[in-house]
């Protein structure tokens, strides 16, 4: 039976409760151990090159500007923190792509209580590497066309008013689009075809992007979300789809 229209929340609760599983840990630890080290690495190598800019251009400074040094490392970690904010998401859902779609398959196999996919190995998961690239590029090219637009309307007059709404209606979508398309691309269901179902339930999946979109705002708490909103689009998929993508999944 498919879910209310405004059943997002719902969704991303449950999903969260699922990746909190033992059988399903494995999936959420090891990518959010390998952002962890990729964001510290990165954050210490640009603080470090930071440092000794600092000391290359303090002493050519005169003495009554050396207050800058306490303004500037304060300027440095509010950059990081947009760094972070901007980039975060984009290189998170790259790098941990082929382990969505092993964690979408698994929560999948939980839900419905049929377990058809291969048990988890690294030579499966670097398979799947190729695959789930192309499919993260794919997403790209649809993101950046669309952006571009809304940053060129952005600085139109009187046509800019419009920018800030539609800009959070895009991200909203994009939401939607960035995890539904794991499960749908487990069945095999093409980009277009993926897009034409999204947009027949349109409501539904601007629900689950809405929720998913805000707490991914939320520095620290988008790091354990990022895998519960895996989970709660498969749920999505397995709840709105129905009896349809069992019956593919059989045929595949």
């Known amino acids: 039976m498919p879910a209310p229209v405004l059943s997002g929340p719902q969704y991303l609760r449950e999903g969260f409760k699922l990746v909190l599983s033992p059988g399903l840990r494995l999936f959420v630890l090891l990518p959010l151990l390998i952002n962890l080290v990729l964001f510290v690495g990165l954050i210490y190598f640009a603080g470090h090159q930071f440092s000794l800019w600092v000391d290359t251009l303090m002493p050519s400074l005169p003495s009554w500007l050396s207050f800058l040094n306490y303004l500037l490392w304060p300027l440095f970690v509010v950059l990081v923190v947009l760094m972070v904010f901007f980039t975060f998401t984009m290189l998170a859902n790259i790098i941990a792509a ?15 209580g049929i377990d058809n996919s291969p048990p988890f190995s690294w030579g499966e998961l670097v398979a799947m590497v190729p695959r789930t690239l192309a499919r993260e590029m794919r997403k790209l090219g649809y993101f950046l066309p669309r952006a571009i637009a809304l940053m060129i309307l952005s600085f139109i007059p009187v046509l800019n008013l419009i920018a800030a709404p539609l800009w959070l209606f895009f991200g909203i979508w994009m939401m939607a689009i960035q995890y539904i398309d794991y499960p749908a691309d487990n069945h095999k269901l093409g980009w277009n075809e993926m897009l034409a179902w999204l947009r027949e339930k349109r409501w539904q999946s601007l629900s689950f992007g ?43």
């Open 210 to 252: 809405g929720i998913v979109y805000l707490v991914l705002l939320i520095p620290v708490v988008n790091l354990l979300m990022m895998p519960a909103a895996v989970a709660g689009a498969t749920l999505f998929w397995v709840r709105e789809r129905g009896d349809e993508a069992l019956s593919a999944s059989s045929r595949g």
């Open 98 to 112: 082929p382990f969505n779609g092993f964690l979408s398959e698994k929560v999948e196999a939980v839900v419905r």
